[in-house]
């Protein structure tokens, strides 16, 4: 299943889209040890270019920046 959404840091200013696809059962190419994430992708809110890609393996692994960390750990606590 896909799912995909606007994360507020700072509500009306600090945003960062996602999109996730996600499963009922965790996989081997799931996120964080057999997840049920095989594919994120993040970006800040209206941009273009991309924070976060997961496809299976990292393309663009979590930066060392606490929004986006943030933004990460709603997400695997959500979907994972």
Excluded at 23 to 29: A, D, K, L, R, V
Excluded at 53 to 63: G, S
């Amino acid at each position: 299943m896909w799912s995909e959404g606007t994360i507020w840091i700072v509500e009306g200013k600090v945003g960062h889209d996602y999109w996730v696809k996600h499963y009922e059962e965790g996989s081997e190419f799931g996120i964080e040890n057999n997840g049920r994430i095989s594919k994120l992708s993040i970006r800040k809110h209206s941009e273009t270019k991309w924070l976060v890609n997961y496809d299976r393996c990292w393309d663009i692994p979590v930066p060392d920046n606490d929004e986006v960390r943030a933004v990460y750990n709603i997400l695997i606590q959500k979907y994972n």
